[in-house]
C-alpha cells in the first residue's frame, strides 16, 4: 500500500494550488480519508476529511478555502486550496483509514505561501 502526495510549491498570499495523492495496492473505496498539515513547530493537525459516502469536515481555518474530494475509480484525493493565507504553509499529507482504522499515510508535500 503506497500513497503518493503532489502539488506543493510556492505561492503567494490569494493564490491557490491543487493538491493530489494517488494511492496503490488495494481497494480503497471504503476508506475515510483526509489531508493533514504539519507546520514548524506545531503538532499534525486534520485540515479536511471525507468519508467513503463523501461526507465532508473541515477545520475552521480552512472552511470556506479549501475543498476536498475524492475519485474512488481513481484511487485519488484532492485538496483545492484557495486564498492561501501565509498560516497555510506548512508540509501536507495525504491520508487513508481503513474500516479497520488502520491508517495509511503519504510522503509529504510542502505548501509555503509567502510574499
Known amino acids: 500500500v503506497q500513497l503518493q502526495a503532489s502539488g506543493g510549491g510556492l505561492v503567494q498570499p490569494g493564490d491557490s494550488l491543487r493538491l493530489s495523492c494517488v494511492m496503490f495496492?488495494?481497494?480503497?473505496?471504503?476508506?475515510?480519508m483526509g489531508w493533514y498539515r504539519q507546520a514548524p513547530g506545531k503538532e499534525r493537525e486534520l485540515v479536511a476529511g471525507?468519508?467513503?459516502?463523501?461526507?465532508?469536515n473541515y477545520a475552521n481555518s480552512v472552511m470556506g478555502r479549501f475543498t476536498i474530494s475524492r475519485d474512488s475509480a481513481k484511487n485519488t484525493l484532492a485538496l483545492q486550496m484557495d486564498r492561501l493565507k501565509t498560516e497555510d504553509t506548512a508540509v501536507y499529507y495525504c491520508?487513508?483509514?481503513?474500516?479497520?482504522?488502520?491508517?495509511?499515510w503519504g510522503q509529504g508535500t510542502l505548501v509555503t505561501v509567502s510574499s
Open positions: 495496492g488495494r481497494d480503497f473505496s471504503t476508506d475515510a
Open positions: 491520508n487513508t483509514r481503513d474500516p479497520s482504522y488502520v491508517s495509511t
Open positions: 471525507i468519508t467513503s459516502g463523501g461526507r465532508t
